[in-house]
């Protein structure tokens, strides 16, 4: 089994560490996961997160509930 350990910097200190792992979460985990011989990515450091607010209103606007928000927020492979 080979392994490669790559590390993400900011060299002039322009990204803090979750910047630089969201942009790996973002641009880089998943395209590189479809190469053909990769068989696992694993990203360690800050994980990203995000808190998500409902308008009522807007929901029922369109006949949504936040159960709705919630399953189509899980369909995209996010863990909430």
Known sequence: TNILTIAFV???????????ADY?????????SR???VGDIDAYGSQYSMRI?????KLHSFQMT???VTDAIESQNAQI
């Open 10 to 20: 900011s060299t002039d200190g322009s990204m803090d560490k979750q910047d630089i």
């Open 53 to 57: 607010w409902l308008d009522p209103a």
């Open 35 to 37: 190469v053909n011989g």
């Open 24 to 32: 790996v979460a973002s641009n880089i985990q998943d395209p590189l």
């Open 66 to 68: 936040a159960k709705d």
